[in-house]
């Protein structure tokens, strides 16, 4: 399982993820209202890593809204240009 927040880190080949929302709210000492919000991107190296995690969020207290599966299948991009003169 590994914790990604910069796209350089994402792997390159088909894997599982987790979408995990995280978010609280705090009043400052001049009771003002701040929230925090963030979708941490969790990756897993096998299938197996993958059900353990949910099992054990699942009994963490998350809801289905607190956390998305996903299966990822990244692709490449060719950019190419053929410029005719005549």
Same mark, same amino acid.
């Given at each position: 399982?590994? $914790?990604? #927040? =910069? ?12 979408? %995990?929302? &995280? /978010?609280? /709210? $705090? @009043? &400052?000492? $001049?009771?003002?209202? +701040? $929230? *925090? =919000? +963030?979708? =941490? *991107? !969790?990756?897993? +190296?096998?299938? +197996?890593?993958?059900?353990?995690? %949910?099992?054990? =969020?699942? @009994?963490?207290?998350? /809801? #289905?809204?607190?956390?998305? !599966? !996903?299966?990822?299948?990244? %692709?490449?991009?060719?950019? /190419?240009? #053929?410029? &005719?003169? #005549?």
């Amino acid at each position: 399982m590994n $914790y990604h #927040k =910069n796209l350089t880190e994402f792997p390159k080949d088909a894997h599982f993820a987790a979408l %995990v929302e &995280d /978010s609280f /709210s $705090y @009043t &400052d000492s $001049y009771d003002q209202a +701040s $929230y *925090y =919000n +963030s979708l =941490n *991107y !969790i990756t897993f +190296s096998s299938e +197996s890593e993958l059900e353990k995690w %949910v099992v054990e =969020n699942e @009994t963490k207290g998350y /809801s #289905k809204k607190k956390f998305q !599966i !996903i299966r990822v299948e990244p %692709v490449s991009a060719k950019l /190419s240009f #053929k410029l &005719d003169l #005549k």
